[in-house]
């Protein structure tokens, strides 16, 4: 199952590439923020580069009208019961989307830091959003997820005062024990806290090819 | 698999039974705050009833531990890469802890609030932690989990001050919309609030056991 799956993650992988379009596979637990967070990209990003997201759901559509609401071109994917997206799962809700045009494909996978580690989707590059309300332990009681996450963003930091058994560098110091090119970037898409530096790392990515080979999945 | 984990499943129930265990299933989201729970029941429900701890954990036993920091009897089960917590799994752990004399066996499963949904274990109850700080929707977006909860912890409630767009009364109508009898109850191990409430209901369970059948799983 995880051979075919590899084959279509390939083939997505491929076509994005030919047609330039920066996939990025935004991962995270439920209450991560991820949607949130996709509003405030959008919005940062701004129309010129156009941008889509693909939302994966068990139930409701509602963070793909959010990501529309935000100015992308969205569809949702509902799961059912499937605790993950795949690369057939993105390939067929493509149809319904003018992917060939975007500069940037979000694909927001379940709140689940599980199951969507093990699943190639065809992207450029993992994110991992991680909520400062979810304590310092996580990077090392879900290794998994971080050890392919090219870059993780910690969410929700506006709320880091009220947290007083919470630590950036605790946190920090778990991902360089997990990640093997650590990567973090403090951000909250309340106050806008990081966003800028979080859209540069993603037009880093995206605009000079060669150098983006050096450190990610393209 | 499934028809093979009821079986199982079925055994620990009657175990459970004939030994006068009330079994939790404790699932939640990563970072929902169960293991902070749990110390805070261990502490609230004290050393008179034993306890016992399971914790399904990808990687760590870092839970296990605190749990018995905290005065309970714990064994954590390493799942490696799987997603959920089986019946079987809990079987085999049971051999290493003298379960026969508890009167309160926590099994905490692996954060996710997706797949431990699918897999009984023979507990008595389901009970469903979730963070004030996941937001409002998560009842819509992960329903399966919820409609088989028991009760729904609605936990960090000591955080809602700083939180203006997350409304209690918001969840509660969004879990009556999926759970097929609501019961929620809103804790802060850190503060102490609703833990008392919490081990009443946990008490209701346990004891008067014709009465419990009304409601629950036994």
């Known amino acids: 199952m995880l051979a075919s ?16 379009v920066l996939v990025v596979n935004l991962m995270g637990g439920p209450g991560a923020g991820k949607t949130r ?14 941008i889509g997201v693909l939302t994966g759901d068990l139930a409701t559509g509602t963070d793909a009208a959010r990501a529309r609401a935000a100015g992308a071109s969205a569809e ?55 909520a400062v309300t979810d304590g310092e332990d996580k990077p090392l009681k879900y290794p998994t997820i971080f050890q392919k996450a090219d870059l993780v963003l910690l969410t929700k930091v506006d709320l880091l005062p009220r947290l007083d058994d919470v630590h950036v560098d605790t946190i920090r110091d778990n991902l360089s024990l997990v990640m093997p090119q650590p990567a973090m970037l403090p951000v909250s898409a309340k106050t806008g806290e990081g966003v800028d530096r979080w859209v540069r790392w993603l037009r880093a990515y995206g605009r000079p090819r060669a150098a983006a080979c050096a450190v990610g999945a393209w």
Chains 1, 2 share one sequence.
């Not at 799956?5 to 330039?20: L, Q, S």
């Not at 967070?37 to 156009?50: H, Q, S, V």
């Open 5 to 20: 799956n590899d084959r279509t993650a390939r083939r997505n992988r491929e076509d994005f590439r030919e047609h330039e």
């Open 76 to 130: 949702s994917i509902a799961t059912g019961s499937a605790c993950h997206l795949d690369a057939e799962m993105v390939r067929g809700a493509l149809r319904r989307l003018p992917w060939r045009d975007f500069g940037y494909l979000f694909i927001e996978n379940l709140g689940n830091l599980v199951c969507p580690a093990c699943y190639d989707l065809g992207q450029s590059v993992n994110v991992v959003a991680l």
């Open 37 to 50: 967070l996709l509003e405030a990209t959008i919005a940062a990003i701004g129309p010129a580069a156009r």
